[in-house]
Structures are given as structure tokens and as C-alpha cells.
């Protein structure tokens, strides 16, 4: 009987280690995502904890830069 519990257990634990490894894989997908992801000013700026005007005069101050502009001149900035 005691041989059978560890073997239930030991299947148990590789499951779990498989589901954990699965899971692993999906954070890391989803973490990329988000990396490349690009916001505009406002929710950058709220993430960040300042105004939308303060990241303006940081990049033009260089001390921070957006990462682009759409066709329009709106500035893009990365999550990451």
C-alpha cells in the first residue's frame, strides 16, 4: 500500500510540475506581449505617477524618450 501512495504522489508531483512549466510558458508569452506593447502619453504618464505635460518636458529635456509617433505626432511609449 505504501508503495502505491508514493507512486499516486510522485504522479501527482509531475503533474503539478507540468502544469507549473505550462504556466511558466504562458507568463513568458504574455510578458513579451506586454514588452512590446506601446502607450500613449496619458496612460504613461499614469503608470508612472506624474502628468502627461512632465514626460513632455523630460523628453525634451532627454531625459526619458518615447519611442515613436504615430502618423499624426502622437507619442508612443513602451511598457517595459
Do not use: C, D
Not at 4 to 32: D, G, I, P, T, Y
Request: no cysteine; net charge positive.
Amino acid at each position: 500500500m505504501l508503495s502505491h501512495n508514493r507512486a499516486r504522489q510522485r504522479s501527482e508531483n509531475l503533474s503539478n510540475l507540468a502544469k507549473e512549466e505550462r504556466e511558466l510558458k504562458q507568463f513568458s508569452s504574455v510578458k513579451k506581449r506586454i514588452e512590446r506593447m506601446q502607450v500613449r502619453i496619458g496612460i504613461a504618464a499614469e503608470l508612472q505617477g506624474v502628468s502627461p505635460s512632465t514626460l513632455r518636458r523630460w523628453e525634451k529635456e532627454e531625459k526619458i524618450q518615447s519611442v515613436e509617433r504615430t502618423v499624426g505626432g502622437h507619442r508612443r511609449y513602451k511598457l517595459a
